[in-house]
């Protein structure tokens, strides 16, 4: 599946659009930008910077790696990670509460 997006600059012709491509078979569902709420609208309206960000190409600056292991940092002081041993026994534990639901 494909995801577009379109920018319609008049918006009397929205309707008129939504319209005509909803007539296709091939079109599974359509929402527009303004039908989402906030919390669910996850398009990206302009990039944060100038250049493509999240191209996996792009090396990272010094300064985002330096961000990065500061969250990091973070995250494993506020116990978010679990060494091997913990997630082991962890990991165990799920599983013998999964094979006693089994029984």
Do not use: C, H
Not at 13 to 22: A, C, G, H, K, Y
Not at 60 to 66: G, L, P, V
Request: aromatic share 6%.
């Amino acid at each position: 599946m494909e995801t577009l997006i379109i920018n319609i600059d008049n918006p009397d012709n929205v309707q008129v659009f939504l319209e005509l491509i909803r007539k296709l078979d091939f079109v599974k569902s359509i929402k527009t930008a303004s039908s989402l709420d906030e919390k669910e609208n996850d398009l990206v309206k302009e990039p944060v910077e100038g250049y493509n960000w999240i191209a996996p190409d792009r090396p990272a600056s010094e300064s985002e790696i330096d961000k990065l292991i500061a969250e990091m940092d973070i995250e494993e002081t506020n116990g978010k990670y679990l060494n091997a041993k913990e997630a082991k026994a962890r990991t165990l534990q799920k599983l013998e509460e999964w094979q006693k639901k089994q029984m």
